[in-house]
Every structure is written in C-alpha cells, then in structure tokens.
C-alpha cells in the first residue's frame, strides 16, 4: 500500500512538471476565473537558479568523462536532461500556481504539491504574521503541522518563512501530500504561508468579502 501510494505521488508530480512548462510557456497560470494570483517564490528563487545552473553545467561535464563509453554516454546524457527539465518544472510550478484569492476563498499552494482550500465559510480572519524557523536547530526541528499556545497549526514555509496567518472558525481538516504523520489529513486552528505581497493579499480578501 505504501509503495502504491508513493509510485501514485511521484507520478502526479512527474505530470505535474509538464502541465507546469506547458503554462509558462502559453502564459497561463493556474487562476481560476475572477480570482487574483500572489506569487510566493521570491525567497526559494536564487537556490532554484543555483541549482538549475548546476544541473545544466553538470551535463556536458559527465559527458566528456564517459564519451569513449556509448551506452553509459546516452544513459547520463537521457537522465542529466530529465533532471533538468525536472529543476525547470519546479520553478515554473512556482511561477505558475501562485496563492489565489477568489469568489470560492483562499487557495494556497507550494511549488508541485501542495494546494489548501480555504472556503470563505471556513474563513474567520488573515493577518500579517512573519515567523521563521532555524532548520539547523536539532532541537527544534520545523514541522508543517504542529502545536502553539492551544492551537493546532499548519505552516507552508518557502525558504523556512511565513508571513501571514488565516484563523478558522472552527477546526478544519486540511489534507497534506505523503503519508502519515507528515502528511495526510489533519485538523488545525490556523494556517500560516508566504506570499511575496502580503498587503496584496490582505486587500484582496477584503474585496471578496466587500
């Protein structure tokens, strides 16, 4: 059952890299209609270049050491051009499944993955709240959903920040991309992301709800 469902995941991800490229290159971002877009990227954008620069240098360089051997050249050749159409994917994913706010509520997301719902019914309030973690602190490792003076809290980090916070009405089941306890369903209070343009975003929940 777990390998069934991790092969499920890798496969929607590896699809999820085309339908990506596919809506940078037509200029079609993931917004539904008569919602806005706030994109989320800027703090991850540097080390995604880094590493799409690496994956590009690193591939002529393997080919010049192994050229004398045809069948391992064109093997090294096909798996350095997968994984940097892949680093290429994941950026477009960025670029082009922003945060939306719109007539159905909050949608946030996060590179290939994730992608909440948040209902206007669901919805109490949103606030700007920067928070951050220190992922070299043993003991204080950062987990995406965790407990904080009597709430229960999900937190979609880009570069291990956030910036805003949404309270909920009530308790709400939020659904994660893994398997359990990292992912999976899970009910919190409070959900906290990045967005590049938090005032942008406050102003456009406040147009949802006039």
């Not at 994984?83 to 499944?97: E, V």
Request: net charge positive.
């Amino acid at each position: 059952m777990r390998a069934r469902d991790t092969m499920r995941r890798v496969t929607a991800m590896e699809k999820r890299v085309y339908e990506s490229l596919w809506r940078f290159v037509a200029r079609r971002p993931k917004i539904a209609p008569g919602a806005r877009g706030f994109r989320y990227h800027r703090p991850v954008l540097t080390v995604l270049i880094v590493f799409i620069v690496l994956s590009a240098v690193e591939i002529p360089i393997i080919d010049f050491l192994v050229h004398q051997w045809p069948p391992v050249r064109i093997g090294f050749l096909v798996l350095g051009i997968w994984g940097l159409t892949w680093m290429f994917g994941l950026l477009c994913a960025y670029l082009t499944r922003p945060h939306t706010v719109g007539p159905d509520g909050i949608r946030v997301r996060e590179g290939l993955e994730i992608e909440i719902h948040v209902p206007w019914e669901d919805f109490a309030s949103i606030r700007v709240h920067p928070t951050s973690v220190d992922p070299n602190d043993p003991k204080n490792k950062p987990k995406r959903v965790f407990e904080e003076d009597g709430e229960r809290i999900c937190a979609v980090r880009i570069g291990h920040e956030t910036n805003l916070e949404i309270a909920f009405e009530r308790p709400t089941r939020i659904v994660l991309p893994g398997l359990p306890p990292k992912g999976g369903e899970h009910e919190v209070t409070r959900l906290r992301f990045w967005a590049d343009d938090p005032k942008g975003v406050l102003g456009a929940v406040r147009e949802q709800l006039g």
